[in-house]
C-alpha cells in the first residue's frame, strides 16, 4: 500500500505519540516548514482513517487526540526503512577507517589551503626543531620536514599506535623526521628545547587542554610559535525548515560526540591562561553544497541516527534531516578557527 505525501506527513506527524487534529499541522510544519492546506489535511485524515492506519483515541471531550494504530506505525517503519535505503546509498553507511578519513580529508582544496597558510603561519627556519602534536598518520610531517631542511628536527607525536606506524612508515624516507607513541599531556622533551609547534584539530579531543597548553608551552623556547588548526562544532549550521533539528543535531554533535567541541573559540582564552600571547585568530569557514563532501566530514546519517537514539532528535526529525538533506539543495557549514599562540621572549 502507498500513501500519498500529505497522509505520509501525518503518519510521521503521529510517530512521537496522540495529537489532537491542530496539533498535527503544528507538528507537519515543524517537520517541513510548511502546513497543510486545511483540504488536504482533512482529506488526508479521512483517507488514513478508512485504511484503519489512524484512530481518535477513546477520550471525552470535544477534541479527541488521533493516534497510529498498529497498522499505521507498521506502515510508517516500512516508509522509514525505505527512506534509510535511499539514504544508505546516499549517506555513508559505515564509519571509515580513521587512517584513509584523514588522507581524504587532507586531500580536499580547503584542508590543503589552510594547512599551507598554518605553515607559513609557524615561521620555521631550517635547522629549527618542530613538534607536531597529534600527527595521526604523518600527513604534515613532510612539509614540515621541507621547513626546517635536512639539518632540521621534525618530531610527531601521538598516542594512537596505529596512526603512529602510519605516520613512520608515510616518512621513512626523511631523516630528519621521527614519530613517538606518546600523550600531549605529558610531553617527552626538555623545557624550551622546541622552536615551533602545531596542532590540527587535535586538542577537540584531548582530555585536558589546559594542561596540553602548559606541555606546548613548557617545551617551547621563548618566541617560539604554537599554531592550532581548531574547530568549533558550535558554528555548525544545517539548512533545514526547522532550526529545531539541526539545532538538536548540532547539540548532540557538541555534548556527545566530540569531548571539546567548542574548542576552537575558547583556544585564545586557553592560550592566554598557559601564558601564551595570541596575536591572531584566522577563522576558516567551510560550506558544504555536495551531499556527498558534506558527508564525508560530518557522518550525516550515523550521527543523525546517533542523535535519535541519544534522545536529541525524534524518530519524525532524523527522518525529514536526512530525507531532506537527499532531497533539496544542500548547505551546511562549520568553522574552524587557526589561533596562533607565542611564548613571550621575557620570559
Ligand atoms: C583528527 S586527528 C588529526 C591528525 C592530524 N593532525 C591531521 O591533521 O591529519 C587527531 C589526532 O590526535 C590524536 N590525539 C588525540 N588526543 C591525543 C593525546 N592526548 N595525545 C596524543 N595524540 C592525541 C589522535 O590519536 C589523532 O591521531
Known amino acids: 500500500m502507498r500513501t500519498n505525501d500529505a497522509q505520509m506527513l501525518v503518519l510521521c506527524a503521529l510517530a512521537d505519540g496522540p495529537l489532537h487534529g491542530y496539533a498535527v499541522n503544528t507538528a507537519i510544519e515543524r517537520l517541513t516548514g510548511s502546513r497543510l492546506g486545511r483540504g488536504s489535511l482533512s482529506g488526508a485524515l479521512v483517507r488514513l482513517r478508512d485504511k484503519e ?45 580513521r587512517t584513509a578519513y584523514q588522507d581524504r580529508l587532507a586531500a580536499t582544496d580547503a584542508v590543503r589551503s589552510y594547512k599551507a597558510s598554518m605553515l607559513g603561519m609557524l615561521a620555521l627556519r631550517p635547522g629549527g626543531t618542530v613538534l607536531d602534536l597529534g600527527c595521526g598518520p604523518g600527513i604534515d610531517l613532510g612539509p614540515l620536514a621541507g621547513a626546517v631542511g635536512p639539518y632540521g628536527r621534525v618530531l610527531g607525536i601521538d598516542h594512537d599506535g596505529t596512526a ?10 626523511l631523516p630528519q623526521v621521527e614519530v613517538v607513541l606518546g600523550d600531549l599531556h605529558n610531553l617527552p622533551l626538555a623545557d624550551g628545547s622546541v622552536d615551533g609547534a602545531r596542532t590540527d584539530r587535535v586538542l577537540q579531543h584531548v582530555e585536558d587542554p589546559a594542561r596540553a597548553l602548559a606541555e606546548a608551552r613548557r617545551v617551547l623556547r621563548p618566541g617560539a610559535r604554537l599554531v592550532m588548526a581548531e574547530p568549533d562544532w558550535e558554528s555548525l549550521s544545517i539548512d533545514h525548515p526547522d532550526l529545531a533539528v539541526v539545532r538538536g543535531y548540532t547539540r548532540h554533535l557538541t555534548d556527545r560526540i566530540v569531548r571539546n567541541g567548542a574548542i576552537g573559540r575558547q583556544l585564545p582564552r586557553l592560550a592566554a591562561a598557559a601564558g601564551f600571547a595570541v596575536p591572531t585568530v584566522t577563522p576558516v569557514p567551510t560550506v558544504f553544497r555536495d551531499l556527498t563532501a558534506a558527508d564525508q566530514v560530518l557522518g550525516l546519517q550515523r550521527n543523525t541516527e546517533r542523535a535519535v537514539t541519544a534522545g536529541y532528535l525524534t524518530a519524525a526529525q532524523g527522518r525529514s534531516l536526512l530525507d531532506h538533506l537527499a532531497h533539496q539543495p544542500v ?11 607565542e611564548v613571550p621572549t621575557a620570559a
Not at 61 to 78: D, F, K, V
Open 164 to 173: 603512529v606506524d602510519r605516520a613512520r612508515a608515510r616518512t621513512a624516507h
Open 331 to 341: 548547505f551546511a557549514s562549520v568553522t574552524l578557527h587557526i589561533t596562533t599562540a
Open 53 to 97: 492506519l489512524v484512530e481518535y483515541l477513546d477520550v471525552q471531550g470535544r477534541q479527541r487526540p488521533l493516534q497510529l494504530t498498529t497498522a499505521g506505525r507498521a506502515l510508517l517503519e516500512r516508509e522509514v526503512r525505505s527512506v534509510a535505503d535511499v539514504a544508505g546509498r546516499m549517506f555513508e553507511a559505515t564509519v571509515p577507517d
